[in-house]
């Protein structure tokens, strides 16, 4: 687990899809703050990380806090967009090898979340 997480801070730092194609395992699942359905498998994992990291990768964005309890990782993250500030936690599983087999993001306060809908939809819609 150590590895994955360790590999996440590489892709966060560095943005390569590359690293993050590696680290998310086959049957993945995303977790959206506003999207009710988990979006189930790889691909569709990959589309809704790839998306957030344009969407957060703004200059802004760090981790502030975080804790690991086995196969498991909350990281809290702050941000601002449009000069709304955006706080949220990102909570990860890892499998045995390192991989991503689960992903939930939860953000805070409300302006916020829909500051977060509108950007990852106008994101989405692109791919």
């Not at 590359?18 to 691909?43: I, K, M, N």
């Not at 991503?100 to 977060?116: E, G, Q, S």
Request: glycine share 8%; net charge negative.
């Amino acid at each position: 687990m150590k590895l994955g997480l360790a590999a996440w801070h590489r892709y966060m730092i560095s943005g390569d899809v590359l690293l993050l194609e590696e680290l998310v395992a086959d049957d993945a699942v995303f977790h959206s703050p506003v999207v009710h359905r988990p979006q189930e498998g790889r691909e569709k994992v990959l589309i809704y990380l790839t998306a957030a990291g344009q969407v957060f990768g703004n200059g802004t964005f760090g981790y502030v806090r975080e804790l690991v309890d086995g196969p498991e990782a909350c990281l809290e993250f702050e941000c601002e967009m449009d000069g709304i500030r955006v706080n949220g936690i990102d909570l990860i599983r890892f499998d045995l090898e390192g991989r991503i087999i689960d992903f939930k993001v939860m953000v805070r306060p409300i302006k916020a979340i829909n500051k977060v809908w509108e950007r990852m939809a106008a994101s989405l819609e692109k791919t």
